[in-house]
């Protein structure tokens, strides 16, 4: 099978896909939606780690595990971004959760409901939770 | 040279005092906005809004326990207790809306609940009653079981005939056989005052029935709406 017949046979599943009804094109903009500003937005991870870590323990502690657990995640989100954007047209469950970083910014964020250690307990300063 | 150092420090303390910003006097707005919440109405209302607030935030994390969000915090101890603190200030709201009742209505209550009647007729020499009027007994007492706050007083004497001081004995105990009486039909004996008179005054050695009785008196001192809301 040649490469065009492969290219053309993907495009009409997604295409089959993104038409089946009308929850599935909700599912398809929100998705998208949600990879591209997760792409985009992503490296708010960084201050949002620190301040709440800063929050939760203290500036020093903001500012050293704050900064490297804001970068995984960082990195984490962009590459969860792109898997949403990448698998849009396929109805599924959130990858991120909040599913744009600044949802509930106390959150820690989660990917495929997995979280890192070293995360704060408490409501940060930008969010109390309401 | 000095009072080129008086003058510019003048002038910056007359800056300084007009940069001052002016504090409003708010003494009269505190008073006012304590006055609304004064008075038992006033302290329901505010009890009722802690309430409503306090369940507010613990149905706001409910929904965040539901949806698995705020993961990372603990939030459920803080829902308990605002829901515990919610039932509280409901209690409390139910407590001051009672008083206020009673403020407002009480005395309109139980004036004609006033009871004043003979209850018990005794032979002569005799604690045990040949007559009594249960109906009366029966009302004074569920109407005191209902209002724990009320008295009844039982009076009893003895006519002339016998001893005085076997008179008096005799004058407790129909007393008490009436007492027995109320606290069956629900009084607490704590609201029941006995006043044993022994002989009523007359001519001695005379047999009379009008005396030979016990008579119950209810009174009703203290009004309160809502007695079991503890």
């Known amino acids: ?130 | 040279m000095k009072k080129y150092h008086y003058l510019p420090l003048a002038i910056l303390i007359l800056l300084l005092t007009a940069c001052a910003t002016p504090k409003t006097d708010t003494e009269d707005l505190k008073a006012e906005i304590k006055a609304a919440r004064s008075g038992h109405y006033g302290q329901a209302m505010w009890h009722q809004e802690q309430s409503e607030e306090d369940l507010e935030t613990a149905n706001e994390i409910l929904g965040h326990l539901e949806k698995n969000h705020y993961w990372n915090i603990n939030e459920k101890q803080k829902a308990l207790d605002a829901a515990k603190s919610a039932a509280r200030h409901r209690l409390e709201a139910e407590k001051e809306m009672c008083l206020w009742l009673t403020e407002v209505h009480g005395h309109n209550h139980h004036k004609k609940e006033s009871i004043h009647d003979t209850v018990a007729y005794f032979k002569t020499g005799s604690a045990v009653p040949f007559k009594t009027k249960d109906e009366t007994i029966g009302k004074v007492g569920n109407w005191l079981e209902a209002h724990p706050d009320a008295t009844a007083t039982v009076t009893a004497s003895t006519d002339t005939v016998g001893k005085p001081a076997y008179n008096q004995d005799l004058s407790e105990r129909r007393a008490q056989a009436v007492i027995q009486r109320l606290v069956a039909s629900g009084a607490r004996p704590s609201q029941l005052i006995t006043k044993a008179i022994g002989e009523v005054p007359g001519a001695d050695n005379t047999p009379d029935q009008e005396n030979r009785v016990a008579i119950v008196i209810t009174s009703h001192p203290v009004y309160m709406d809502c007695p079991n809301v503890k």
């Open chain 1, 1 to 130: 099978m040649s490469k065009n017949k492969i290219l053309a046979a993907c495009i009409l599943t997604c295409a089959l896909m993104m038409t089946s009804t009308a929850k599935a094109e909700s599912y398809f903009i929100d998705k998208l939606s949600q990879g591209i500003a997760n792409i985009a937005f992503g490296f708010i991870e960084i201050p949002k780690n620190v301040i709440n870590i800063t929050s939760d323990q203290n500036i020093f502690l903001g500012l050293t595990w704050g900064v490297i657990r804001g970068i995984v995640h960082g990195v984490s989100r962009t590459l969860v971004g792109g898997v949403e954007v990448i698998t849009s047209p396929v109805p599924s469950s959130e990858f991120a959760s909040p599913a744009y970083v600044w949802n509930r910014f106390s959150e820690d964020s989660r990917y495929f409901g997995l979280h890192y250690p070293g995360y704060w307990t408490s409501y940060g300063p930008l969010d109390d939770g309401e």
